[in-house]
């Protein structure tokens, strides 16, 4: 049987078609590989949008960067080929929470110096 030919006997569940089957494969795969951008889009703007609104631009576009380096350190680690988007905002989240309690610490101990 060649790839594109119609099959020479019926198959039960399975229609005529002179569609290659790898086609098929590659349609799904651009499928899966939409969703997963489509779903890595929400989950950065709503975490880039929250940050924006709880602590301003600022915080945001670096919340931003934090994100995008949390997504290339998991993408880099072996073996990874399934995307946990929440996993990404809640390590750049770790970040945020750093940098701010960072701040905090400073803001007082320049207080307490003064």
């Not at 929440?86 to 390590?91: D, N, S």
């Amino acid at each position: 049987m060649h790839l594109g030919m119609k099959t020479p006997f019926p198959v039960p569940g399975m229609a005529e078609t002179d569609e290659d089957p790898m086609n098929t494969k590659e349609s799904f795969s651009n499928s899966i590989c939409k969703q997963q951008t489509q779903m890595a889009e929400r989950e950065f703007s709503a975490f880039i949008s929250a940050v924006n609104e709880l602590f301003g631009p600022e915080q945001a576009q670096l919340s931003a960067v934090d994100w995008l380096d949390e997504l290339e350190l998991m993408d880099s680690q072996t073996g990874s080929t399934n995307r946990h988007w929440r996993a990404v905002t809640i390590a750049a989240s770790t970040r945020l929470a750093g940098r701010l309690n960072a701040g905090l610490h400073d803001r007082s101990f320049a207080e307490d110096v003064v």
